[in-house]
């Protein structure tokens, strides 16, 4: 197997699995869907209440009606366990989506800090991948003029990765 052959065998591969993981429920899953179960999965993923709708119209096809009482009641013991603040802070450093799922406030704010410090890491890998060419294009610069100003560039992004890196540390004083 070529290797372009590999690439588009790939594609393909992630093109099919993204497309799959948009669908719900497939209709015959319908027939022996354990609701409580997918409820309790869905919670616990932090899917939208409304996932539920999906399953419906899904379901509706083939003509089994979807047991939404037990869907429900295990959407919200899964939800329980998604929506503590350790779960949420892990969430937010995964760089995963939330869907607005949680009424603890807990977990919004261990979210944000995660999602910040997954921001501030995935900043950092730009610069770093920026740092990399133009060291690069220093090596093989011959341009003393050019390379000078590539040096300072170099120290700039250095500084800017050095800032990201450092916790902020804000102090406040109350009277």
């Not at 919200?76 to 603890?104: D, F, H, M, S």
Request: aromatic residues 10%; positive net charge; hydrophobic residues 25%.
């Amino acid at each position: 197997m070529t290797l372009s052959t590999l690439y588009k065998t790939a594609s393909l591969a992630v093109i099919y699995l993204s497309l799959s993981a948009c669908a719900a429920i497939s209709p015959e899953k319908c027939k022996t869907a354990d609701w409580y179960n997918l409820g309790y999965s869905d919670g616990q993923s932090g899917y939208k209440r409304s996932r539920v709708n999906d399953y419906r119209q899904t379901c509706a096809e083939v003509n089994v009606d979807v047991n939404t009482k037990k869907w429900q009641e295990g959407y919200e013991q899964g939800n329980k366990v998604y929506c503590t603040p350790e779960n949420g802070y892990r969430i937010g450093r995964a760089g995963q989506t939330y869907n607005g799922v949680c009424l603890n406030e807990s977990f919004v704010k261990n979210y944000n800090k995660g999602k910040r410090q997954y921001d501030i890491d995935e900043e950092i890998k730009q610069l770093e991948d920026r740092l990399y060419r133009l060291k690069e294009q220093y090596r093989n610069e011959t341009n003393d003029d050019i390379k000078r100003e590539i040096r300072h560039d170099i120290r700039d992004l250095e500084r800017e990765i050095d800032r990201l890196r450092i916790p902020q540390v804000i102090y406040q004083v109350v009277f």
